[in-house]
């Protein structure tokens, strides 16, 4: 079965930092990899999803992840972060059906002024 | 376009009561999942509808917990009896299909008093 594990369950940056919050997923190769934030009492919303072809992935709000096989990794990135930035973020791996989605136990994002 | 809808967003009930969560997908979304999401977790699937079969409950406590989707459209999770390690946000997708991507309402807080 698939896993997969976010290191870290906070994660502080200034704004105007670097944000990288790290994902790793279980060793098959799966054919989805997302990933998710989750704001206050909002639903989640999709950043961005890898299938297959090109290994790094841009989503919306500026945030792109890097597929890489060798490491079993997909971690997020934002060059700069805002202040909006703040939530929950979850990174997701889909079964080869495409229809069951794992999700990791997420890395909540601080952003100090 | 309207998103996910789910009522009521807050609901407080005392043991051993009953309670139901409704959910409206995005119009033409087939696919209907209902999530579970305990506090500093990610959200665990509970069934996946397709259309009005359920095709995945494995993961559903059936000898409290009933859901329906009887039209195909929109859906009704229910718990009887509550128990108190029921508290926890309930959360509906819905999709166009397989590996396409989920939208998120913004769940159901549940806390059993």
């Known amino acids: 079965a698939q896993s997969v594990t976010q290191l870290g369950s906070h994660v502080s940056v200034s704004e105007g930092a670097l944000v990288l919050l790290r994902c790793n997923y279980s060793?098959?190769?799966?054919?989805?990899l997302f990933w998710y934030v989750q704001y206050p009492n909002q639903g989640l919303q999709l950043l961005l999803k890898?299938?297959?072809?090109?290994?790094l992935v841009k989503g919306i709000n500026g945030f792109e992840a890097e597929f890489k096989k060798s490491e079993t990794s997909f971690h997020l990135t934002k060059p700069s972060a805002h202040m909006s930035d703040a939530a929950e973020y979850f990174c997701?791996?889909?079964?080869?059906?495409?229809?069951?989605?794992?999700f990791g136990a997420g890395t909540r994002l601080f952003v100090k002024a | 376009e309207a998103g996910v809808v789910q009522s009521p967003r807050y609901k407080i009930i005392e043991k051993k009561q009953p309670v139901a969560f409704w959910c409206n997908p995005i119009?033409?979304?087939?696919?209907l999942y209902w999530y579970l999401q305990n506090l500093g977790q990610g959200p665990e699937l509970l069934i996946r509808?397709?259309?009005?079969?359920?095709?995945?409950d494995s993961q559903l406590p059936k000898d409290r917990f009933s859901a329906e989707r009887l039209k195909g459209v929109d859906s009704t999770l229910k718990i009887q009896p509550a128990e108190l390690g029921d508290s926890a946000v309930y959360l509906c997708?819905?999709?166009?299909?397989?590996?396409?991507?989920?939208?998120f309402g913004p769940g159901t807080r549940l806390l059993v008093l």
């Open positions: 997708a819905s999709s166009s299909g397989a590996g396409e991507t989920q939208y």
């Open positions: 060793s098959s190769v799966p054919p989805y």
């Open positions: 890898y299938t297959t072809g090109a290994t």
């Open positions: 997701a791996v889909g079964d080869t059906g495409g229809f069951k989605t794992i």
């Open positions: 119009s033409g979304h087939n696919t």
């Open positions: 509808y397709e259309n009005e079969e359920a095709v995945d």
